[in-house]
């Protein structure tokens, strides 16, 4: 349910701070085609308006707590004229941190249009149709017995497909385990899991078009940019935007990776009728290493 002017259940104080703010329709990219929706609270996470406002139930909660990785889903990011893709944990993500990106979720992969077969790659006799090769590695080597987990899995392996297998390189076991490591299984066992991650750059090959994917980013991007400001989910670009607007809202919550922030949601049940968020900061993104400091 979409919180509203009459359903919002959110306390009085909060519901008038977040009504004098302008919540901008979150927009994102799905199946190629742009999704808007309004009147997302800032503070509501992905995996929230995935589950229960669009009603895709396929992506999974576990822990609500970024432990388990059930809720993997996978933006993809134009920047410096690429796709940038990541597995991420949608439980503890809040959805407008995905604006203006293009999602990925479970049930997508075999949905979407802009994933296609790379080259004259006919499916192969013994392959389920239809199927992306992180799905079908999985039927292929048993990696799934209740299932639970599976759709967590899938989406880190469609991650790793895209940032590995097509760009030619291999994936090692040393690899598979390190990218798998944010999910967890119950029951499977992680063995046929790994054997899947290998076997998918077996099969015959699919990729996301990404110069039309990026064509569709654009014109999304553009479509934005005539939209009056997001003042409840503020996320500048760049340091001097980013400092103004910590001037100008001193009391909105700051968020970056979110990893705490998010719990403070989905355990602590705290709301936030503004944010702040410093992702989008390009000079907030670089790691340096000095002989004194990890800046
Ligand atoms: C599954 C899981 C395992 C974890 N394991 C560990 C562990 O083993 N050890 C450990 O120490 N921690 C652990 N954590 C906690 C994790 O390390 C922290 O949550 C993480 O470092 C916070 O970074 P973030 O970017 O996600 O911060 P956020 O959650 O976005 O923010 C955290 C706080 O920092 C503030 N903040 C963020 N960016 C800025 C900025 N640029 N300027 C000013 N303030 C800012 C926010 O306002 C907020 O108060 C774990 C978390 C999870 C989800
Ligand atoms: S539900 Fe467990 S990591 Fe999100
Ligand atoms: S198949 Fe049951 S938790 Fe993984």
């Known amino acids: ?64 707590e970024g432990d388990c990785g059930a809720c993997t889903v996978v933006p993809g990011e134009a920047r410096d004229g690429k796709v940038h893709y990541s597995a991420v944990n949608s439980c503890i993500r809040l959805a407008h941190s995905i604006d203006g990106m293009a999602l990925w979720t479970v049930e997508d992969l075999s949905e979407d249009p802009l994933i296609q077969p790379v080259g ?40 790793m497909y895209q940032n590995h297998v097509c760009c030619g390189q291999p994936i090692t076991r040393a690899l598979a ?48 940019k005539g939209l009056e400001a997001n003042s409840s989910y503020i996320s500048p670009a760049t340091l001097p935007a980013l400092l103004a607007a910590r001037a100008a809202h001193p009391h909105a919550q700051v968020v970056a990776g979110c990893t705490d922030v998010g719990l403070w949601v989905t355990k602590l049940h705290k709301q936030y009728a503004q944010i702040l968020d410093v992702t989008r900061v390009t000079a907030l993104r670089t790691v340096d290493a000095t002989p004194q400091h990890i800046r």
């Open 1 to 64: 349910m979409h919180c509203t002017p009459t359903t919002c259940l959110r306390s009085p104080r909060i519901d008038v701070a977040f009504f004098h703010m302008t919540t901008r329709p979150l927009q994102f990219l799905r199946r190629g085609q742009p999704v808007a929706l309004g009147n997302v609270p800032p503070d509501r996470t992905l995996l929230q308006v995935l589950r229960e406002d669009l009603g895709c139930t396929g992506t999974k909660e576990g822990c609500g």
């Open 120 to 159: 004259n790659n006919p499916p192969a006799l013994h392959q389920t149709t239809h199927l992306h090769p992180a799905q079908e590695a999985m039927v292929q080597c048993h990696g799934s017995q209740c299932g639970f987990c599976t759709p967590g899995f899938v989406m880190s392996l469609f991650g």
């Open 177 to 224: 385990q390190e990218e798998l490591s944010g999910n967890l299984c119950r029951c499977t066992g992680y063995r046929p899991i790994l054997d899947a991650a290998q076997h998918m750059a077996t099969l015959p090959a699919v990729a996301v078009n990404e110069p039309q994917l990026l064509q569709k980013l654009e014109l999304l991007a553009l479509y934005s």
